[in-house]
């Protein structure tokens, strides 16, 4: 690998100049990508934004096609919840015209999760709006900001005169909210970069991921017995039934947080391995016995377990609950569908990762707070099956998920400076094209 050569302090400063100049452009263009309502299924507008995007940066976007078939047999796959007709991933590729520096890969998720209720949110959540310095949005902070931060870096270099002396992956991908295969079908068809850049949100301030847990996904059915609500004895209650299911969950929960189950990334983190009920339906009537209810389980796989292991505690749970009497005549269905992720330790020695690091700090006089994180990335991927670094940090997000998400202006503009005199420094520079 070609070490870093130290980077010009005049173009050190012309870069950051070319930051701050667009700056208003690059909030511009996140307003843009937050209009995308890509939630799963949806997200073409977005992957079509992001291609007129990189053809303004000047690179060519091309498709890259989730294809279940092809990552069936990889480790990193996770059953899909839906088709992949219709929403490939775009990618684009700089190359220098002499290779000098040591390749890095630009990677981040169009994809978001659904607003939930529309009417509890300040201003409507695709209608992005700036107020007391934050942008507000679905998506602003996770993690479309981040998105705009690596976009506004490389175009800062070519603002002042430079581009990477090395090959410049950028990736925009699906469903990191959901299984991930957008990442891995990415990461497989393109070569390995020395080292990656996620620009993930932190958790409500700017940080550098140090550890993830891992995720699996279920849901479990269950089929009672109808009846008129005169005759409820002569049913199988579907929703109670379901809901007895539950409590052996949160059994499971509090058991998995054990002091001596905890991997020594999370120590001092409170209740890192979180279970969560996150769907629910079930029920036909009032007045009537229900007769089917569906479960939707996110649950938390934390180091020196994984994600087959946790599947089979989940197959096991739903087996036993079978015995409770809530579910005496009822059929019980469980099916694995979404994320079947391990969880993972990012090197904090790489130099990827040192170099962001110093050179956050360097430009804002803060350091980038260590986060284990209780929830997940893409870049699991390339750090379990590719072993190529990752540097894992992003912008002051906020709400992510919940009501009036938003990003902090300031804290993207930190987060484009980092990324620009990273990879300047990371790949080397030469005179753009």
Not at 29 to 40: G, I
Not at 402 to 410: A, H, T, W
Request: charged content about 20%.
């Amino acid at each position: 690998m070609t070490e870093a050569v130290p980077l010009d302090p005049g173009a050190r400063r012309a870069i950051l100049e070319a930051c701050d100049s667009l700056r208003s452009e690059g909030e511009q263009a996140l307003m843009r990508l937050v209009r995308c309502p890509s939630t799963l299924g949806n997200e073409q507008s977005a992957l079509a934004e992001m291609a007129r995007v990189y053809e303004g940066l000047g690179l060519e976007p091309r498709r890259v096609a989730t294809d279940p078939a092809a990552l069936a047999g990889h480790p990193g796959f996770s059953p899909p919840l839906i088709g992949y007709e219709g929403r490939d991933n775009v990618v684009a590729v700089h190359r220098p015209r002499a290779a000098k520096g040591r390749s890095l890969a630009l990677q981040g998720h169009v994809d978001v999760v659904p607003e939930g209720a529309e009417d509890e949110w300040t201003t409507p959540p695709y209608e992005p709006e700036i107020r007391g310095g934050r942008m507000y949005g679905r998506g602003a902070g996770d993690m479309k900001a981040g998105i705009l931060s690596y976009v506004t870096a490389f175009r800062a270099l070519k603002l002042a005169g430079l581009q990477p002396a090395a090959e410049v992956q950028m990736q925009s991908v699906i469903e990191e909210e959901c299984t991930g295969n957008g990442a891995l079908a990415c990461m497989l068809a393109m070569p390995k970069t020395d080292a990656v850049i996620i620009p993930e949100p932190g958790p409500g301030l700017p940080a550098m991921y140090s550890a993830e847990v891992g995720v699996v996904w279920a849901w479990v059915t269950v089929t009672g017995r109808p009846a008129h609500v005169r005759d409820k004895q002569a049913g199988v209650n579907a929703v109670e039934a379901a809901m007895s299911i539950w409590t052996r969950f949160e059994a499971y929960e509090r058991d998995m947080n054990r002091a001596e189950l905890i991997h020594a990334s999370f120590r001092g983190v409170n209740h890192p391995v979180n279970v969560n009920l996150g769907t629910f339906t079930g029920g036909e009537w009032n007045s009537s016995v229900p007769t089917r209810a569906t479960l939707g389980l996110r649950v938390g796989v934390m180091m020196g377990n994984s994600a087959a292991h946790v599947r089979a505690d989940i197959a096991r749970i739903v087996q036993e609950a079978g015995g409770d009497p809530a579910l005496k005549g009822a059929k019980v269905k469980l099916e694995f569908k979404g994320f079947m992720a391990d969880p993972c330790v990012f090197d904090m020695e790489a130099a990827i990762v040192q170099a962001s690091m110093k050179n956050f700090a360097d430009l804002t006089g803060h350091d980038l707070r260590k986060y284990p994180a209780t929830g997940l990335t893409d870049g699991r991927f390339f750090t379990l099956y590719q072993g190529t670094p990752v540097a894992c940090f992003g912008p002051d997000a906020q709400d992510i998920h919940g009501i009036d998400e938003s990003v902090g202006m300031d804290s993207m503009h930190d987060i484009t400076r980092t990324i620009a005199i990273t990879m300047a420094e990371w790949c080397g520079v030469e005179a753009s094209a």
